[in-house]
């Protein structure tokens, strides 16, 4: 990124790495991550402030796919997009977060802030300064998420960025993304084998990544596709749609062996869930 000097560019990092205070709203694996983007919304719109003029657009979070996560391991999330100032840009900041208001305790309900500072390109174009810029969340669920599964859903991308005179610019809506908990599906076809027309009772359950407890819990009530394969070929047809039973999740359901084949059940997901789907089970007919 283009310095103007040196001690321009330092007061600027050193305002946005200040930026921590203590803040109710903290889901973040960040401590200061909720509270840094509310002090940074609340200081560049301070009147007596000079506001800088930079604009952000085309962000993308997750190459645009849904974060989904399970209750163990790390999940690096790529954020990338540009951002544009006419006299040019000191440094950037990023963060996802969820609520209504970025600058309100009280509407907060979740921060992440990225692994490090956005590295940025900068391309001199016409009435300014032109800027691609990518950084990585690496989100841990044990650690950031342990006190909820409520976070679930949508998160919006929250931009900030300082000029070369230490003037604040921020967006707090730039990108929306869906942070999903994980889901499981199994499915088992039986009796194996079978003869043509008795019936085949396919049984399994489907759940979904526990946040809290660190465990899988049974989704209920949730519509699941029975789906057929028949030996030979590539395709899965929807048998019919059942649901999850309304206390563990399990599901059960019959139907007349026709042919040898693979049973397995397919769930779609939710706004707050991702999708399943059980590998499929052989049955033998006779």
């Known amino acids: ?46 009147p007596q402030d000079a506001l800088g003029g930079t604009t952000f657009k085309n962000g993308v979070v997750n190459k645009g796919k849904d974060i989904v996560l399970g209750v163990t391991g790390k999940k690096a999330v790529p954020v990338t997009f540009t951002a544009f100032d006419e006299e040019g840009v000191a440094i950037t900041q990023a963060f996802l977060w969820q609520g209504t208001d970025s600058s309100s305790t009280d509407t907060i309900t979740g921060g992440l802030e990225s692994d490090d500072y956005p590295t940025c390109t900068e391309t001199p174009v016409q009435n300014g300064y032109s800027y691609s810029c990518k950084t990585v969340f690496t989100i841990d669920p044990a650690v950031a998420f342990k006190d909820g599964n409520g976070t679930a859903g949508t998160w919006k991308l929250f931009l900030g960025a300082y000029d070369l005179y230490a003037n604040a610019s921020y967006d707090d809506d730039v990108v929306r ?48 596709k029975l789906q057929f394969r028949k030996k030979g070929s590539n395709t899965y047809t929807t048998l019919k749609t059942v649901k999850t039973g309304s206390n563990t999740g399990a599901l059960s359901t019959t139907t007349k062996a026709g042919s040898d084949g693979f049973y397995r059940f397919v769930f779609a997901g939710t706004t707050t869930t991702g999708s399943a789907t059980a590998p499929g089970d052989f049955v033998d007919v006779r």
């Open 1 to 46: 990124m283009r310095i103007r000097t040196a001690a321009t560019v330092l007061s600027g990092a050193v305002v946005l790495s200040g930026l921590v205070l203590p803040g109710a709203a903290q889901a973040a694996e960040h401590p200061g991550a909720a509270t840094d983007l509310r002090v940074l919304a609340s200081q560049s719109v301070r």
């Open 177 to 224: 993304t869906k942070i999903k908990r994980a889901a499981k599906l199994t499915a088992n076809a039986s009796p194996e084998p079978v003869k043509k027309g008795r019936t085949i009772t396919v049984t399994g359950k489907l759940s979904r990544a526990n946040w809290t407890t660190g465990k899988y819990s049974g989704y209920t009530s949730q519509p699941v």
